[in-house]
């Protein structure tokens, strides 16, 4: 029965997709190196393990938001779910390389995304936690299929650059908020009202620029 193990070699921005997408370079070894993988169905699990990073005072203000207090930290960093990617890994003989596809989001009601933009530099720590279904050929048996063991998972610094690089080429210079649908309406009434031409405008009407704490 095969045994994988995987590892992450590195990560590029995905350019010109539908939606931001970065392509970690996943290694898949097999344990037999003559064994014929047919086919890998797999699923991957990303989570940001937060407490494994250094945080300088710029950060733990702009991450007030996500963990409150840093006095407080002890008690409220914890590991973040990042999100979930799959892939169809095709045919392999002991070992080989594949763009495992991990979408992200500009989403600030997302707490990944609060997490990524809160940094100012260095790496984020990230576990990736494999499972799915192995297809393979037995000579004696034909083709079997075996489940991927649930402990196995790769570590991986992700350079904070990268991601912010990503978003610069999706969403240069601009950020995602979604709204209520209430609070949208009255947002544009006050915008219609004023005769405010355009978004940024209105907010920073609401919001004078002094008031801004953070830049």
Known sequence: MPDLSFLVEGVEVVANAATPLLAFKLRLTDSNPKQNIHTVALRCQLQLEVTRRKYSLQEQERLLD??????RW????????????????????????????????????VAATKYFDGLAEGDVPV????????????????????????DKEARFKLPVKVWREMMDSYYPNSAWLRLHKDAFDRLYQYKVRNG?????????RIIPVEETVIQ
């Open 66 to 71: 996500l963990f409150g207090e840093p006095s």
């Open 74 to 109: 002890g008690q409220t960093l914890r590991n973040l779910l990042w999100t979930h990617a799959n892939l169809i890994v095709p045919s392999f003989q002991g070992t080989t390389l594949v763009d495992l596809p991990v979408p992200c989001t500009f989403d600030f009601n």
């Open 127 to 150: 576990c990736l936690q494999f499972s799915g279904t192995v297809f393979y050929a037995n000579p004696d048996a034909g083709l079997q299929v075996a489940p991927i063991s649930w």
């Open 196 to 204: 405010i031409p355009t978004w940024e405008e209105a907010l920073e």
